[in-house]
C-alpha cells in the first residue's frame, strides 16, 4: 500500500506577518494523523496570485490530498476562489446548491443576502461544494489525476465543521488509508542525551515501521512511539510489547503515558496517598503552586503555599531559624529543608515541597552562582533536599525548577506506603 | 529596492502530527517583519531527508533568507545536520569553537560531556556555528549565491537566543531593508471592540502607510502602528504625532509602550512610589505572584506571597474573619478585601492584592457562577474592590484575572501621592 500524503496550504498576509497564530494547520494534522493520513508538508503563503498558484502547483507535485484554508472572504484581499478558478482552467458561475444554502443559512439568523454575500455563492464550475454549515464562505473540492483539493475559509470553526462532516470521511472513503499508533511515554529528571544514551540499545532494536522521537520541554520529554501498518489492534500490542521492555531501563524518570501532565500525576497521588500539599517557594516565585493549580479539582489536596521573596517572611511565616539563614543564607540545602517542612506545619498539609535558589540574570557570586537552586521535599518523616545548577536564564529557570521540585514531590509519593 | 524575501522551515514529525503547535515560525515571522524582511514562504515538514533536501531546494529557488528550525537533537531521529551537510557538499567535522562553547556550556552547570552531547560539537566544514548560549546544539550559518541559510535548534528560548544575538543583526547589516517603523501603545482594561470604537475617528484619519493591528492577549491589548517609508526619523515623528493625540483619548488603558510588560510597569510604579507589595491569591493560585516574580530584581519591591486555597488558610494565616466566611463566602467582596488587606500586615508591606473565585470548569453555582472572581486592591488608606465575570475556561480565567488584577494595581499606584 502506497503511503497517502497530505499537504495543507494555509494562505493569509496575517499569519506570515506573524499576527495570527496558525492553529488550523495544527488542528488539521491532528484529525488527518487520527484518520491515518500522513501530513507530509505543510506551507503557508500570502493573499498573493504568484504564491498560492506555485504553492499548488508544488503540492500537487507531491501530495494526494492538498487542503487550503484562508483568503475565501469576501474582502478585494481574499483570492483563493479566482487563484483556484484559473489553476484548474475553469469558469466562476452562481451555483445554485451554494445560494440555496447561503439562503438558508442568512434565514436562520434573520438576515437578508446583500450583493457581496451573495457573490460568495459563486463557486468555479469544475468544483464540487463544500458545505459550510456556520458560515457564508461555501467550499469547494477539486479532482486532478487522482488527487483531491479542497478550499475551506480560514475562520477555524467553519474549516472545523467542513473537515468533520464532509472532509475527513470523504479521504477515508476514498484513499486506503494505513493505520498509525501512537504511544507516549513521558519522563522527567534526565536529560535527552542521557536518556537516549540509556536506552541506545532498545532503540536500536525497534523495526523499521515502528519510530522514537524524543520531544523535550523544560526537563519534561516525551517519548513518542509511532506504529505503522494495517491493524491498530496488531501495532497496539507490538507496541505495548516494547514499552514493557523499553520502562525497566529507566523506570525512575517515567512518570506518566499518553496526555498525562507531571502536576496530575502528582495530584493523582496525592489523593491516592491521602496527603494534603503545602509550598514553600523562593526563587520559583510562584509557579510551582501555579502549576499544581491549573489542575482542575487540586482543591482536594492542595492547601495553600508561601512565597517567601524576603529572608524577613521566611524567619516571620515560614519560622526559618535566623541561625540558618546567618549560617547557611537563602540559597542552601539547610534553608530550603526547614522550609520545607516548616511549611507542613503553617499550612497544616503533611507534604511540604519549597524552592530557593538565584533564578538571575543577576544576583550570583562566585559560591553561589546563577542557577544555582535547592529543592526540598518534607514528609512526616524526613526531609529530603536536592541540588540543581541551571542556566542563565531567568525564564527557563523557573521552569526547570519546578519540573523538578514536581518530580522530586512524584518520587516522595511513589515510596511513600 | 528589491523585497527582501524570507523563508522559515520547520522541521519536525511533532509538528506535522499535530502534537506540537508551531509557535516558532510565528515568533520568527513577527520578528523579520519588525527587521523590515517579509516571510514569503513557511514550509513545515517532517524529519526526512528527502523532504528537507526538497524544502531547502524550493526555498533556494524563491527566497534570500533561509531560516530553518528544529530536528539538531542529539538523537537518531535528529537529521537536520546530515541532511545541510550533504545539501552543501561538505564534510562533518569536530568544530573547535563549537566544542568549547559546549564545554563552557556543561561546566557552568557543573557537567560533564558524555558522547553524544559532544557530537554536537560536529558541524560541517562549510558552516559557520552561531552559537548556541541556551542550549547545546549550536546552530550553523551557510552562504550560497548572495543567499544566507541559518539553522537552529526547534526549542524555543534556544531559537531566540539565536535570532536575537545573531541572525537578525546579521540580516539587517548584510541586506539592504526597507524602512518600517513600529510604535507599539499597550492597554489593559478594556476590550478590543470597545477599544476599537473609541478611537475609529483617529484610525480613520490614519494614512495609506501608516497601518494599525490590535494584538489582544488575555485582556492585555497591544495596539501595534507599522509605519513605511524611506527615513525611520521621519516615520518615527509621524508616529509620534499620531500616537499623541490617540493617548488622551484612551489615557486611563494605557500601561506602557513598545516592551513595556505590565509586571514591569507596576514593577517600576512600586519602586518610584516606595511601596512594597506583599499578595493573597485564591483562585489565581500563584500566577499573580509569578507574573510579579518574573521581573528581574523584583525583591527591591515584592515581599512575597500567601496561597490560600483552602478557607482554613485565609483564616489562620491571613486572618480572615470566620463570620466574613460564613455570611458571605470565600468568593465575595468582603472577603477578598480582607485578603487583600490583611496580606499587607501579615507579609509587611504596604499595599496588598489579593484575587478570589471560581476558576472553573467545575464548582459554579446559580448564585456564583464558574468564571466569577473578585480582585482587591488595599494601600494604607482603603481598599478597592472588582468584580468581574470571565469565561468557562480555567486556563484562560487564570491569565484574565491575573492581567486584571496587576491593572487595578497600576491604577491605584498613579493615584498615589
Redesign the interface.
Known sequence: MNQIVAEIITIGDE?????T???N?????????KSGL?????????DNDT?IT??LS?AES?ADVILITGGLGPTKDDLTKETLARYFDSEIEMNQRALAELEDFMLRRGRKLNESTRKQAELPVKSEIVSNFKGTAAGMLFRKDGKVFVAMPGIPHEMKGMMTTTVLPLVKREFQLPVIY?KIVRTAGIG???L??KIVDW?NSLPDHI??????TFGDIKM?I?AYGNSKNDLQEEVAGYVQRLVPQIREFVYGYDDDSLAEVVGRLLIEKGQKLA?A?SCS??????A???I????AY?????????N??KV??LGIKQETLNEFGAVSEETVSEMANNVRS???ADMGLATSGIA???GGTTDK?V?LIYIACATDENTICKKL????????N?RLTTVAALNLLRRRLIEKD
Open positions: 499569519i506570515l506577518f506573524g499576527q497564530l496558525d492553529t494547520a495544527h488542528w488539521m494534522s491532528g484529525e488527518l494523523q500522513k501530513t507530509g508538508w505543510r506551507t503557508t503563503v500570502g504564491q506555485a504553492a508544488v507531491r501512537h535527552e542525551s542521557w537516549a544514551e532503540e519510530r522514537l522521537a524524543y520531544l523535550p513518542r509511532t509550598i517557594e516565585g510562584g509557579y510551582v503552586s501555579h499544581i493549580t491549573s482542575p479539582g487540586c482543591s492542595f492547601n495553600g503555599s508561601v512565597v517567601a521573596y524576603q524577613e517572611i516571620d511565616v503553617v499550612l497544616n538571575g540574570p543577576t552562582p542557577g545548577q541551571l542556566v542563565q536564564d531567568r525564564y527557563v523557573i
